[in-house]
């Protein structure tokens, strides 16, 4: 049986929203996206694509927007959006009417992105707090990404060699080398190169 296959050239480097803008540039309806991802039951937030200019490249651009004051988020400061367990993201899935096939994508992306954790901290998979990872944009990236690769009907994944940017970056435990630990932990068996570039350009979702 043929297989759908997609393949990313990354030479800007990869995170979840720039997956997602590529998605929608492929196809995929950002209303379907963003009815797929109301599923869910997280705080009210929206995305939109727009078209940028990128040194003269016309690309898709996703824009999240989190509502930080409404109903749902009253009782919850910042830090609790940004300390949440595996078993917490778990649940959250599980309780969506998302399709039997998105939730298990999902959880097998949670569960790689926990088990990267969990070695970098020295601790165990169910004890890991995801910071960044578990912000409610990054959690709407995964999610996203996963609903995208249905809708395409993709099979298999593959991409080109992934750019390592240098300098340091700024995360919850402070300064770090560029990439973050975990994010190296999560490039194992890629290949990679070296560019001079002091940002994050690749991250963890």
Do not use: W
Not at 12 to 19: E, L, P, W, Y
Not at 60 to 83: A, F, G, S, Y
Not at 84 to 102: A, C, F, Q, Y
Not at 122 to 144: C, L, Q, R, Y
Request: hydrophobic residues 40%.
């Amino acid at each position: 049986m043929t297989k759908n296959k997609l393949y990313i050239d990354c030479p800007s480097g990869i995170a979840g929203d720039m997956f997602i803008a590529a998605c929608i540039d492929l196809g995929v309806s950002i209303n379907y996206l963003q009815t797929e991802l109301k599923k869910l039951k997280i705080d009210k937030f929206s995305i939109a694509a727009k078209t940028v200019d990128k040194k003269g490249i016309t690309a898709k651009h996703l824009e999240v927007t989190i509502e930080k004051n409404n109903h749902e988020n009253h009782h919850h400061d910042e830090n609790h959006h940004h300390e949440r367990h595996l078993s917490d993201i778990n649940k959250l899935i599980d309780e969506s009417s998302l399709s039997t096939g998105v939730k298990m994508l999902c959880q097998k992306i949670f569960h790689k992105l926990a088990s990267a954790e969990a070695f970098v901290h020295n601790t165990t998979i169910d004890k890991v707090h995801f910071h960044e990872i578990g912000a409610m944009d990054s959690i709407i990236d995964i999610i996203g990404a996963a609903i995208c690769l249905q809708q395409l009907g993709i099979d298999e994944v593959h991409c080109s060699e992934i750019p390592i940017p240098a300098g340091k970056i700024i995360c919850d435990h402070g300064e770090i080398s560029n990439p973050a630990p975990a994010t190296l932990k999560l490039l194992e068996g890629f290949e990679t190169y070296k560019v001079d570039i002091k940002k994050e350009i690749i991250t963890p979702t």
